[in-house]
């Protein structure tokens, strides 16, 4: 073999997948998917309450799967192929924290389920994401604002969590600030261009806040987070919106299994073929 | 004789084959016991999906170097950052055509100007904050109208 041959092999990303090995299963580039917490002690440490640890993951982790699906759905759909692709990899970022957040709350629920079981399993009242995430954007417009709200909210949240009792949830959110920091000023930078460009763009972007207004009420946005909301918001000319919180549903909102109507919809979609083939690996 | 380090490090990133995990900074420790090699790597952005790929390199190329048993482990802390690229790296990505990331400091609200990879100038625009993987940016030199591909600060 020259060494051009030589070098050129060690380019095929297909090369190795014609090698037969009982560890790897993959059929094509980025399936075979192992335990994406591998290795790492993942025992949960004295002074962490495991039944705490699960619920906060379990709910960060349905979050990022949610949204993470939305926003896929717009891949063939996005104005702008750089816009696509921008998207596409947020959503893949998001999708990674899922798997490593699910894994951990498998862990910490201490049963036999792993993340394919908690994301392809379960029912729509078990599961614990915000209602934010669940509505398909109308409109460009709203996509920009709601990931705006979104990975502002999540970045507080995660910077909060980088200090966490659990080291590897600590460890899962400090990989995530960098990236929600990305998809934030990403979102701002669309956000701010809509406000402030025409007046039609202006009034789609304002009509976007509004309508997803109600279900942002359930973040509790406060402190940094808000505060750069705020900032945003004036950048893009755009009002505060002062729409009402939507109503839980007898107490109950998205964190404790009460959803919107779209959820059925999303989960109908990225539940059926691993439903169909139970016993499917990816 | 060749160690077990040296054999790991040589895995090219499927996604940046102009480099190598070594170069990267995604390999983080090798531990050899007898026939046995323990390999600790660590993702680039948590959904990477060349993580498997990278396994199953490693996993092939110690095996061939006479490794009986090849254990693969994840590490997410510290979280890689592109300050990890080593020197080499960076030359390499340059040579090949791929702007190399600067430094990061603390929050640059003004991001400094990146190099075309091509004709060197520094008149460049970022074209999209993404590209064909989640670790680049796509930018275009205003000196020689090339687009090029950059790894984003991380």
Known sequence: ?282 | MVSAWETAASVLDPELPAVTIGDLGILRDVRERDSAVTVTITPTYSGCPAMAQIAADLRRRLTEAGYERVDIRTELSPAWTTDWITPEGRRKLAEAGIAPPGERGGPVLIPLAVACPRCGSRDTREFSRFSGTACKALYQCRGCLEPFEHVKEH
């Not at chain 1, 051009?4 to 980025?30: I, K, M, P, T």
């Not at chain 1, 946005?221 to 939507?246: C, I, K, N, Q, S």
């Open chain 1, 1 to 282: 073999m020259t060494d051009n041959e030589s070098e050129q092999s060690e380019f095929d990303a297909y090369l190795s997948l014609a090698d037969v090995s009982e560890e790897d299963h993959r059929w094509a580039f980025g399936t075979g998917f192992g335990d994406p917490l591998a290795g790492i002690d993942v025992a949960v440490p004295a002074g962490v309450d495991p039944a705490e640890l699960t619920a906060t993951c379990l709910a960060l982790g349905d979050d990022a799967l949610i949204y993470s699906h939305r926003l896929q759905q717009w891949v063939t759909r996005a104005p702008e192929l750089e816009e696509e692709t921008a998207l596409a990899n947020i959503a893949l970022d998001l999708l990674g924290q899922a798997r490593l957040l699910l894994t951990r709350a498998a862990q910490a629920e201490g049963g036999n389920r792993d993340e394919d079981r908690l994301a392809f399993f379960r029912d729509e009242r078990e599961f614990r994401n915000v209602r934010l995430v669940e509505r398909a954007d109308a409109d460009f417009a709203e996509l920009a604002a709601r990931l705006l709200v979104f990975s502002a909210w999540r970045l507080a949240v995660m910077r909060g969590l980088t200090a966490d009792r659990d080291p590897v949830l600590a460890a899962i959110a400090a990989k995530a600030v960098t990236e929600l920091t990305y998809h934030r000023d990403y979102a701002a930078a669309w956000v701010i261009r809509l406000g402030d460009g025409t007046d039609y763009s202006h009034a789609r972007a304002q009509a976007a806040l509004d309508t997803l207004w109600p279900v942002a009420a359930e973040l509790g946005l406060a402190g940094d987070a808000d505060a750069y909301l705020d900032a945003v918001f004036a950048e893009a000319t755009l009002r505060r919106p002062d729409t009402p919180p939507l109503a839980p549903v007898a107490g109950k909102t998205g964190r404790d299994g009460s959803h919107t109507e779209a959820m059925g919809y999303i989960l109908a979609e990225l539940q059926s073929v691993a439903r169909a083939n139970p016993e499917a690996t990816w």
